[in-house]
């Protein structure tokens, strides 16, 4: 599209060249008899010369017209891209063509008009100009300041701009010759002029670049900082728009009076988004908090009435985790004795919405039971994740590594805010000791669920899986 559009131009432009060249041979070929024709038939006061100077003066403009306009491409379009590798700015193109055109048109009038004195001319039009400058003292100012805009390109349309004291933040949506205008985050479209702008100090955050931000927290003095440290890296990097590119930075930023005070850095794939990404970071850390039994830090005379008045946390409720583990079918064999226990060693964690509970082809040595919430299970397929199972709450997960030893076999994110019980290795084993048959059902179920995994509907049945399952549990747990 482009293209053919650049080949009708060119056709235009040596179309209009020959003509302007060839009225121009015309001209000077019959310009006697044109002479002799305009003086038999012109009967006025105005000289048949004078009208052939000026229509000379008209097609030599042309002329000059069409050879600045080549000269501006051959300038811009490919020697300035070639060597930049981006496209000229409007400004510069048009300020030298308005130059070069001034100039050519000049020495064509002085060389066609030698009597009438340019000098003259140009000091009249001097005073002229300083009238109207005085007049244009403001539209002047912001044409110029953008041209030093345009030359420096500080910063491009799509880039993320702070202008001024008042750090007025927002989207770069274009930039003209009088003003800037900038989408803020609230969507308020502001037009700033050029010449304000240049007086201003101005924070650029450029779409090609990867930004940074800084978000803060802290924790009590009593947890460890490498865990913390540890956890918040690895709940921060697969936040959306969190760049992969680089790992985000947690450190200790100060000893506060009630707690150690951490920042994570991070680095966004799309900085315009970074009030989002942002909170999200925060609501991340808030999460991985709670996983790792991490507190808050606070003002010291709160302490124990925040944790009294706490809903969510790692401390349960017993008699509530005994309900939901006889409930899953699986345990539904077990006395109350054994569920109860099995409850006592269940670790409780909570989930935000799409974080990763499990990912496919790490080890793993426990399962998980969804206590509240929903999960999705998805398989990697071609660098694409295909959702195979959506698991709420009584179902359980992650029980394929555990009892096989194999690594994960899929993903499993939380579609909601969720929480989960970890059932681990020891536990089940004290299980599989006093409950031989569970080997047996859970075999079926994980036959069946690996199944489900191949997506193949004319591959074993889940009978002949579930052998070589119950064999390898067996071996695995030493029973
Ligand atoms: P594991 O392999 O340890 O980790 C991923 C878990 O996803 C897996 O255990 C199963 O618990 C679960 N899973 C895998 N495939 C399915 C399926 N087809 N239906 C339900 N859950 C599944």
Redesign the pocket.
């Known amino acids: 599209m482009a293209q053919s559009r650049s080949k009708n131009k060119a056709a235009l432009f040596l179309f209009a060249t020959a003509g302007v060249v060839l009225s121009l041979y015309l001209l000077s070929g019959f310009q006697s008899g044109l002479l002799n024709y305009l003086r038999s038939h012109m009967t006025d006061r105005a000289s048949p010369e004078s009208i052939i100077k000026v229509i000379k003066l008209i097609l030599l403009a042309a002329l000059a017209y069409l050879f600045v306009r080549a000269l501006r491409v051959l300038l811009f379009d490919l020697i300035f891209r070639l060597r930049r590798g981006y496209e000229a700015p409007t400004l510069p193109r048009n300020i030298f063509s308005i130059a070069a055109f001034t100039t050519f048109f000049l020495l064509i009038f002085s060389v066609l008009y030698p009597q009438v004195n340019l000098g003259a001319l140009l000091t009249t039009s001097a005073i002229f100009g300083v009238i109207l400058g005085l007049a244009l003292q403001d539209t002047l100012g912001n044409f110029f300041a953008g041209i030093s805009l345009h030359a420096d390109r500080p910063f491009q349309v799509g880039d993320v701009v702070s202008i001024g004291q008042q750090r007025l933040t927002g989207v770069v949506e274009g930039i003209t010759w009088r003003a800037i205008k900038i989408r803020t985050f609230q969507n308020h479209l502001v037009l700033l002029s050029n010449s304000s702008v240049a007086k201003e100090a101005i924070e650029v955050c450029p779409r090609t670049n990867l930004n940074a931000r800084l978000v803060y927290f802290n924790s009590l003095y009593t947890d460890s900082p490498a865990k913390a440290i540890h956890v918040v890296r690895e709940a921060v990097r697969e936040a959306d728009n969190v760049s992969q590119k680089i790992t985000p930075i947690v450190r200790i930023r100060n000893l506060g009076e009630s707690g150690l005070e951490y920042e994570v850095k991070y680095w966004l794939d799309d900085y315009a988004r970074y009030n989002d990404t942002d909170a999200l970071v925060r609501q991340r850390v808030w999460y991985a908090f709670r996983r790792a039994g991490l507190t808050f830090n606070f003002p010291t005379r709160t302490v124990k009435i925040d944790r009294k008045s706490r809903t969510v946390g790692p401390e349960f409720d017993h008699g509530a985790l005994i309900e939901r583990l006889s409930a899953v079918d699986i345990f539904a064999p077990l006395s109350v004795e054994e569920t109860s226990a099995l409850a006592k060693t269940s670790v409780r964690h909570v989930f935000a919405h799409d974080e990763m509970v499990?990912r496919a082809g790490d080890a793993?040595s426990s399962m998980f039971v969804v206590h509240s919430g929903r999960v999705q299970?998805q398989v990697n397929e071609n660098g694409r994740s295909r959702p195979?199972?959506v698991?709420s709450e009584g179902d359980f997960?992650?029980?394929?590594?555990?009892f096989t030893g194999e690594p994960?076999?899929?993903n499993?994110v939380a579609l909601e805010e969720t929480e989960v019980l970890e059932i681990r290795h020891e536990a089940m084993k004290e299980l599989f000791n006093t409950n031989p048959d569970l080997v047996e059902s859970l075999s079926h179920i994980i036959a069946e669920?690996r199944l489900?995994?191949e997506d193949r509907p004319d591959g074993p049945q889940p009978e002949d899986e579930s052998a070589g399952i119950i064999a390898s549990i067996r071996r695995f747990f030493r029973l």
């Open positions: 499990i793993g299970v195979v199972a698991l997960f992650g029980e394929m590594a555990l994960r076999t899929a499993v669920r489900g995994l």
